[in-house]
């Protein structure tokens, strides 16, 4: 099949001569949990640039509500926490990273409550709750269900306190820049909302951009997770794994014609029980844990029961819940459900799945970098080996924690001498015009998420995989001819770029691993597939 994005390495024309520059030591593309926490650290010894495409708060960190996963209570203990992640992990977790990342969470976490993070507390510890697959109550939990945003306004006001740390907010990573003769990252070039095209040259790179939900009809994503991280470094020769490997979230508030709302799976920790439309609870049927079981079990029970009772949704039951507690612990979904005249005390809540987060991204090692020099990748957008097939509830603000630590750190060694000890290559790099018709992107990024959404969904099958790639592939030949001007554009190449990136790699496995669930192919293949399906820009 013919990849018509082999033949461009930059989206743009660029000629770094005629455009403006800037220089960095370390420069961190996203500014989620994993970004932030990388800035804090190559701060400490270099100077810092965070460019992100929205503003400070347009993050999955910021949405995020369950929590953080980590080992803090007497009774819970390491080896416990290491074994629920693999457990999920369904055979292809990497040991070392699970226990690196294990370990480090509980110092970590204390760290972010001493910068200011208000975490629950109970006699003056920070509290936890249970989330499925988790054999202990090992989720600390801020305002409620204000988890992400609570933990990110702890580290932007760290951050915007640091003077080594530059901040560009509204800046559009459009590619890496890398060096032609051995391929070593030096920057970027982007565009940014007043000054337009620029070229940030940085001595190291830490990719931070979070997921690509959005690629999917029915996400629990903000709009900027459109899979840009993805793109740019496969772009730049960066191997990607693991890209079948989309979680999807059992239960977002379903209101027809309403985005997609997150609900918190700390409700069915905590005793909210799944109906269908005839009032049955059905998940005892489907697993031993119930509520309780991995989410991507939980997400095939719910659309097995959509499409045994013919409806477009299930419901939450928290009836039983005490009303005032409810409005506490759940203050977000609390008011979101008042919005939408659900009366928690006496009415069911409509849910169904909705795609949640990438498991797979861009190869990296236990120092976060990846096969690119000077190029490191932490949180979503990374392989760390840490979820393997399936990530467990929680798991991954813990992971863009310590990996983002840890890019932090390897990235800002790359400072020995000033900053402009060696010159920076001119770099020219020219599109022929196009002929072909223009196809408007908005209607191609539309036909896209449903494509995705029936084709690459929580079930999956060869031929719609196939014919998924037939049609991604016939979008990219009137798309990715092109020269686009402004971030939909570039938004609507690189979702094309990854989609057909994650079919392939879906039809790929012809098994059923984790939230990779082949119906052609129901059974686990260790034999063939206890491995990581890897692609790379030939």
Same mark, same amino acid.
């Given at each position: 099949m013919t990849m018509h994005q082999e033949i461009r390495r930059y989206l743009i024309n660029v000629d770094s001569i005629r455009t403006n520059q800037l220089f960095t030591d370390c420069l961190i593309i996203g500014a989620g949990i994993a970004g932030l926490r990388a800035a804090i650290e190559a701060a400490q010894t270099c100077n810092v640039t965070i460019v992100c495409k929205g503003t400070l708060q347009d993050s999955n960190t910021w949405q995020a509500q369950g929590g953080i996963a980590s080992v803090l209570q007497s009774n819970d203990s390491f080896g416990s926490h290491i074994n629920d992640t693999i457990a999920a992990g369904c055979g292809i977790c990497d040991k070392n990273i699970v226990e690196l990342v294990v370990k480090q969470g509980p110092g970590l976490v204390k760290q972010l409550f001493d910068w200011g993070t208000e975490f629950d507390l109970e006699n003056d510890n920070i509290a936890t709750t249970l989330e499925g697959g988790h054999s202990s109550p090992r989720i600390a939990h801020a305002h409620g269900d204000e988890t992400g945003r609570i933990i990110a306004s702890a580290l932007i006001k760290k951050v915007k306190a640091d003077t080594n740390i530059r901040?560009?907010?509204?800046?559009?990573?459009?590619?890496?820049?890398?060096?032609?003769?051995?391929?070593?990252?030096? &920057?970027?070039?982007?565009?940014?909302?007043?000054? &337009?095209?620029? /070229? /940030?040259?940085?001595?190291?790179?830490?990719?931070?951009?979070g997921g690509a939900g959005q690629l999917y009809r029915e996400t629990t994503n903000p709009d900027v997770a459109t899979a840009d991280g993805l793109a740019i470094a496969w772009r730049a020769g960066a191997v990607l794994s693991d890209l079948e490997f989309m979680q999807f979230h059992p239960t977002t508030l379903y209101i027809a014609g309403a985005s997609r709302a997150l609900i918190t799976e700390a409700l069915r920790g905590e005793g909210a029980i799944l109906l269908d439309n005839t009032g049955l609870r059905f998940m005892?049927?489907? $697993?031993?844990?119930?509520? %309780?079981?991995?989410?991507?079990?939980? #997400?095939?029970? /719910? %659309?097995?029961?959509?499409?045994?009772?013919?409806?477009?949704?299930?419901? +939450?039951?928290?009836?039983?819940?005490d009303k005032d507690h409810f409005a506490k612990r759940f203050p977000r979904i609390g008011e979101l459900c008042e919005s939408f005249d659900i009366d928690v005390k006496k009415d069911l809540i409509p849910v169904r799945p909705s795609a949640h987060y990438m498991v797979g991204g861009v190869k990296t090692d236990t120092n976060a970098a990846t096969n690119v020099k000077n190029l490191y990748a932490c949180g979503e957008i990374a392989a760390t080996g840490? $979820?393997?097939?399936?990530?467990?509830? #929680?798991? #991954?603000? +813990?992971?863009?924690?310590?990996?983002?630590? /840890?890019?932090?750190?390897?990235?800002?060694?790359?400072?020995?001498? &000033? +900053?402009?000890?060696?010159? $920076?290559?001119?770099?020219?790099?020219?599109?022929?015009?196009?002929?072909?018709?223009?196809?408007?992107?908005?209607?191609?990024?539309? #036909? %896209?998420?449903a494509l995705m959404w029936r084709n690459v969904g929580i079930t999956r099958r060869e031929q719609p995989l196939k014919e998924a790639q037939e049609i991604i592939s016939f979008w990219q030949r009137y798309v990715m001819d092109k020269v686009f001007e402004s971030p939909k554009g570039w938004e609507c190449q690189n979702m094309l770029t990854v989609a057909l990136l994650m079919a392939q790699a879906a039809q790929r496995r012809t098994e059923s691993r984790g939230v990779h669930y082949r119906s052609d192919h129901p059974e686990t293949d260790d034999k063939n597939f206890k491995k990581h399906i890897e692609l790379v820009k030939q």
């Amino acid at each position: 099949m013919t990849m018509h994005q082999e033949i461009r390495r930059y989206l743009i024309n660029v000629d770094s001569i005629r455009t403006n520059q800037l220089f960095t030591d370390c420069l961190i593309i996203g500014a989620g949990i994993a970004g932030l926490r990388a800035a804090i650290e190559a701060a400490q010894t270099c100077n810092v640039t965070i460019v992100c495409k929205g503003t400070l708060q347009d993050s999955n960190t910021w949405q995020a509500q369950g929590g953080i996963a980590s080992v803090l209570q007497s009774n819970d203990s390491f080896g416990s926490h290491i074994n629920d992640t693999i457990a999920a992990g369904c055979g292809i977790c990497d040991k070392n990273i699970v226990e690196l990342v294990v370990k480090q969470g509980p110092g970590l976490v204390k760290q972010l409550f001493d910068w200011g993070t208000e975490f629950d507390l109970e006699n003056d510890n920070i509290a936890t709750t249970l989330e499925g697959g988790h054999s202990s109550p090992r989720i600390a939990h801020a305002h409620g269900d204000e988890t992400g945003r609570i933990i990110a306004s702890a580290l932007i006001k760290k951050v915007k306190a640091d003077t080594n740390i530059r901040i560009l907010e509204n800046f559009y990573c459009i590619d890496l820049v890398t060096n032609s003769e051995n391929n070593d990252c030096i &920057g970027l070039v982007g565009s940014d909302s007043t000054r &337009g095209t620029q /070229i /940030i040259w940085a001595k190291s790179t830490i990719l931070a951009t979070g997921g690509a939900g959005q690629l999917y009809r029915e996400t629990t994503n903000p709009d900027v997770a459109t899979a840009d991280g993805l793109a740019i470094a496969w772009r730049a020769g960066a191997v990607l794994s693991d890209l079948e490997f989309m979680q999807f979230h059992p239960t977002t508030l379903y209101i027809a014609g309403a985005s997609r709302a997150l609900i918190t799976e700390a409700l069915r920790g905590e005793g909210a029980i799944l109906l269908d439309n005839t009032g049955l609870r059905f998940m005892p049927q489907y $697993h031993e844990s119930a509520e %309780l079981a991995p989410r991507d079990i939980v #997400s095939r029970a /719910i %659309l097995s029961q959509m499409l045994k009772t013919n409806t477009t949704h299930v419901y +939450l039951d928290v009836r039983k819940f005490d009303k005032d507690h409810f409005a506490k612990r759940f203050p977000r979904i609390g008011e979101l459900c008042e919005s939408f005249d659900i009366d928690v005390k006496k009415d069911l809540i409509p849910v169904r799945p909705s795609a949640h987060y990438m498991v797979g991204g861009v190869k990296t090692d236990t120092n976060a970098a990846t096969n690119v020099k000077n190029l490191y990748a932490c949180g979503e957008i990374a392989a760390t080996g840490l $979820h393997g097939a399936n990530r467990l509830g #929680s798991n #991954s603000l +813990l992971e863009g924690l310590v990996f983002g630590r /840890i890019a932090g750190q390897q990235a800002s060694n790359c400072r020995n001498g &000033g +900053l402009f000890e060696y010159k $920076h290559p001119a770099i020219t790099y020219t599109i022929p015009e196009s002929s072909r018709t223009r196809l408007d992107t908005a209607d191609v990024r539309n #036909s %896209l998420r449903a494509l995705m959404w029936r084709n690459v969904g929580i079930t999956r099958r060869e031929q719609p995989l196939k014919e998924a790639q037939e049609i991604i592939s016939f979008w990219q030949r009137y798309v990715m001819d092109k020269v686009f001007e402004s971030p939909k554009g570039w938004e609507c190449q690189n979702m094309l770029t990854v989609a057909l990136l994650m079919a392939q790699a879906a039809q790929r496995r012809t098994e059923s691993r984790g939230v990779h669930y082949r119906s052609d192919h129901p059974e686990t293949d260790d034999k063939n597939f206890k491995k990581h399906i890897e692609l790379v820009k030939q």
